[in-house]
């Protein structure tokens, strides 16, 4: 006797035997219990969710001599021809390759003769989804009122591409995926029964592959043991094609250092032990949507499927990422898929580790705001209080440097000479009524509000704000440390704050920093370094 497969094998026989989808169950074997049964059914789900078998089940159900509580008895005369696959009343029609109108029409034909064996006659249409728009028309009116030994069940996974007329004709039951715990349940039960040793942390992997599918998590398990009958985490890996945990572990830990070198030598040894690139890209979008979903849901019971000893990994990587780095490290994969259905897939899979390691190659918003904030950690570091003085003895150069250009704005371009703003001195004070004497400007707030109309994403910096007027200089005084780089990575911005200025004020300005710290009296040295280098643009 040929071998069978798992899913086949143990395909379930009763409506209890269904694993996950009680909801549905339930209702049929009510509708059946009470003699309420309807004339079409519709299901639609995933694939390997059960609607094949609910199917099946039905069908049987509804010609059984003795049903027990809704489920076919499976030991009456019609029961069993059913399994023997001699039941001519019960027909299976694959819509894929019988789509057209003619099959339709021949199936139309069919519907008038009355059961041969059976109490109904059952049609049983799978990926009903495929038919053609002229075999949907056909088959609408019989599937209105059809005769009443006829029942039609229709199954699809892509309910949304039936018309609304097939769908209002029938009842409809949507089969959701199947929970990892009872997935793995139902594998520890398979696998007890065909003699095969199955870790805890295989069956997890195994679920986690088969994503809600009991079909696929079946086959998953058929590929094993035709390997070993011992499964373990290692040997779901490798029949599967999949990076492992550990492999996604230490790629994650790359692109979070920033260690380009170690990524690709990574995906090099596991291109060469070949897993494939699109399966890869799949496994490191969840490994970072689980890192996601740690950092945001503060429960105990998160959805994450892994092991014990993967969540804890994930849950000490969390800790040490930002939450807008894996939103950024989350669209970069993302993006990456289509390419990937199309081109090299190793290519593509290696430019968009380079990507996530080198934030400065993407021009997309979350890759600006990664290097804004990197500026912003070195130069908070370099003006530390905890800065020894050996470090400040080094920096001695540059500091005399910055000292002679005196709080020079590096806001403004280089064909506008820069304002430098003296300290005040006693003989700076006989000028304090000319025309540099520094006022505050009142109606900022105005101005603010004005670019949020032009510039939303500026007047969003700009938020508690101040600004002063100095001459024909308008100095910003922005407490957000992300305004002085976003306002040098782009004159657009500049051009929204004069025109914005401009319309309010009436004048002509050009820009520049509100310094505070410059007029308040300071003798410590590591003040005057901190205020200096935070004017240093870094690149």
């Excluded at 989804?129 to 009122?145: P, R, V």
């Excluded at 009142?442 to 510039?455: A, G, H, M, R, T």
Aim: some cysteine; aromatic content about 4%.
């Amino acid at each position: 006797m040929a071998y069978q497969a798992l899913y086949r094998k143990y395909r379930p026989k009763t409506f209890s035997d269904v694993i996950g989808q009680e909801h549905i169950t339930e209702t049929l074997k009510n509708e059946l219990a009470t003699n309420k049964t309807v004339h079409a059914y519709l299901f639609t789900g995933t694939r390997g969710t059960g609607k094949t078998s609910c199917a099946k089940i039905l069908a049987r159900a509804v010609n059984c001599l003795h049903p027990v509580n809704g489920d076919p008895c499976l030991e009456c005369e019609a029961c069993k021809l059913t399994d023997e696959g001699e039941n001519t009343d019960i027909v299976e029609i694959d819509a894929a390759s019988n789509n057209n109108v003619d099959n339709i029409r021949d199936l139309r034909d069919q519907i008038s003769f009355t059961p041969t064996s059976s109490k109904y006659r059952v049609y049983i249409i799978d990926e009903v989804h495929m038919l053609t728009i002229n075999a949907f028309n056909a088959l609408l009116k019989t599937l209105e009122e059809p005769p009443a030994h006829v029942i039609f069940i229709l199954a699809t996974t892509e309910v949304h591409k039936l018309p609304s007329t097939i769908l209002s004709r029938c009842q409809r039951f949507d089969f959701k995926r199947i929970e990892p715990e009872k997935i793995c349940e139902r594998i520890k039960y398979i696998a007890d029964k065909e003699n095969l040793t199955v870790t805890d942390d295989a069956a997890t992997l195994i679920a986690s592959a088969a994503d809600g599918g009991m079909r696929d998590a079946l086959s998953i398990l058929d590929l094993c043991a035709s390997g070993s009958s011992n499964i373990d985490e290692n040997t779901v890996s490798s029949v599967c094609a999949m990076a492992g945990n550990e492999y996604l572990n230490s790629l994650a830990e790359s692109i979070k250092n920033q260690d380009c070198e170690k990524a690709l030598l990574l995906l090099d040894e596991l291109h060469n032990s070949s897993v494939d690139m699109l399966r890869l890209l799949s496994e490191l979008t969840l490994h970072y949507r689980n890192l996601l979903i740690i950092k945001t849901v503060r429960s105990d019971k998160k959805p994450i499927v892994c092991t014990s000893s993967q969540l804890k990994i994930l849950e000490k990587q969390a800790a040490d990422y930002d939450i807008k780095d894996i939103m950024r490290t989350l669209s970069v994969l993302q993006s990456s898929a289509a390419p990937m259905q199309s081109g090299n897939r190793r290519s593509v899979m290696e430019m968009a580790v380079i990507k996530l390691c080198n934030p400065s190659l993407s021009g997309d918003i979350d890759s600006l705001e990664k290097r804004i904030s990197m500026l912003e950690s070195k130069i908070l570091s370099m003006s530390s209080p905890s800065v020894e003085k050996t470090e400040i003895k080094e920096e001695k150069k540059e500091t005399e440097i910055i000292a002679q250009e005196e709080d020079i704005p590096p806001i403004e371009s280089e064909d506008e000479p820069p304002i430098a703003i003296p300290e005040e001195t006693p003989k700076s004070e006989e000028k304090k009524n000319n025309s540099s004497a520094i006022s505050q400007v009142d109606e900022w707030d105005e101005i603010v509000q004005l670019l949020q109309k032009s510039s939303p994403l500026i007047a969003g910096v700009l938020n508690g704000s101040k600004a002063y007027i100095k001459g024909d200089y308008l100095l910003i005084d922005a407490p957000n440390s992300q305004f002085r780089s976003m306002i040098n990575s782009s004159a657009n911005y500049k051009d929204h704050i004069r025109n914005a200025a401009q319309s309010i004020l009436g004048g002509t300005y050009r820009l520049g920093p509100y310094n505070a710290a410059v007029h308040e009296e300071s003798e410590d040295p590591l003040a005057k370094l901190a205020g200096k280098l935070k004017n240093l643009e870094l690149n």
